[in-house]
């Protein structure tokens, strides 16, 4: 069946009655614009259907999504909120630590393994992190955050593999991982705990971007840090007060986290 303006138009349609955000939308009509082009290049379909599948137009973005961000005092209280006696809330607060001070994405934290923490210039650093789109980055890693890492992997017994893992009804590891489901939960839990409504592991990044950016960080450390191609100045009026080290661009030790 031979692509036309027809057919992707109910595309379209079709794509918005099942309610998907616009920008799900336009990055799947993005790509059927892009077969058309590679159809058309190859002689497959004809340059003027070629041309009439481009023009057909994405759905409009009403407003711009913002998401959530946390002030620094937030931020202490939400990684802090797990019960560190708890194999669980040790598990939990290094996860919620890593993810305020590194800007992890939930699929990045959860596929984690030992050997990505490594020494560089007596600081240690994730390194050859693989993100999204395949981009390769290395990101610091702050002591007070290597600190509740040591401390949940010695309490739960982990030498190699994945750094994260499940913890049972009884208080112990089982299994090689976690899902990102699960990291869902644990930032849910942590906020509500600390009376933060609506609050997902995306905010944590953007917390991560705004308070690096408040203290002074250029737009291309961020970019490199959160390992985005793209990336918006933050609204100057989130807060200048911090508690980023803005040359390692991580969060300082000696500032608001302990």
């Known amino acids: 069946m031979a692509l036309n303006r027809i057919v992707v138009l109910r595309y379209r349609s079709h794509l918005e009655s099942r309610q998907l955000a616009p920008g799900t939308v336009n990055l799947r009509l993005g790509a059927v614009r892009r077969l058309a082009y590679e159809a058309a290049d190859c002689s497959l379909l004809s340059a003027d259907l070629a041309a009439g599948i481009r023009r057909v137009k994405?759905?409009?973005?009403?407003?711009?999504?913002?998401?959530?961000?946390?002030t620094?005092?937030?931020?202490?209280?939400?990684?802090?909120?797990?019960?560190?006696?708890?194999?669980?809330?040790?598990?939990?607060?290094?996860?919620?630590?890593?993810?305020?001070?590194?800007?992890?994405?939930?699929h990045e934290a959860v596929a984690l393994r030992l050997d990505h923490l490594q020494q560089r210039e007596e600081h240690w650093a994730i390194v050859d992190l693989v993100g999204k789109g395949g981009h390769v980055r290395t990101v610091p890693v702050p002591d007070w955050v290597r600190t509740e890492l040591d401390d949940w992997l010695a309490a739960g017994g982990i030498d190699r593999g994945k750094l994260f893992r499940r913890v049972n009804k009884v208080g112990s590891?089982?299994?090689?991982?976690?899902?990102?489901?699960?990291?869902?939960?644990?930032?849910?839990?942590?906020?509500?705990?600390?009376?933060?409504?609506?609050?997902?592991?995306?905010?944590?990044?953007?917390?991560?971007?705004?308070?690096?950016?408040?203290?002074?960080?250029?737009?291309?450390?961020?970019?490199?840090?959160?390992?985005m191609s793209q990336f918006k100045r933050p609204n100057a009026t989130l807060g200048a007060n911090s508690g980023f080290d803005q040359r390692s661009m991580t969060i300082s030790v000696s500032s608001r986290y302990p």
Request: glycine share 12%; with cysteine.
């Open 72 to 106: 620094a005092e937030q931020g202490q209280a939400l990684w802090q909120a797990p019960d560190h006696q708890r194999l669980k809330g040790k598990r939990d607060r290094a996860l919620l630590a890593m993810l305020l001070a590194c800007g992890l994405r939930r």
């Open 173 to 227: 590891t089982w299994g090689d991982g976690m899902t990102v489901k699960a990291v869902w939960h644990i930032v849910k839990e942590s906020a509500k705990r600390i009376g933060v409504a609506k609050l997902a592991p995306h905010d944590l990044r953007r917390t991560c971007a705004r308070l690096c950016h408040a203290s002074g960080g250029e737009l291309e450390q961020i970019q490199f840090l959160l390992g």
């Open 58 to 70: 994405g759905v409009k973005k009403l407003g711009v999504r913002l998401g959530n961000w946390l």
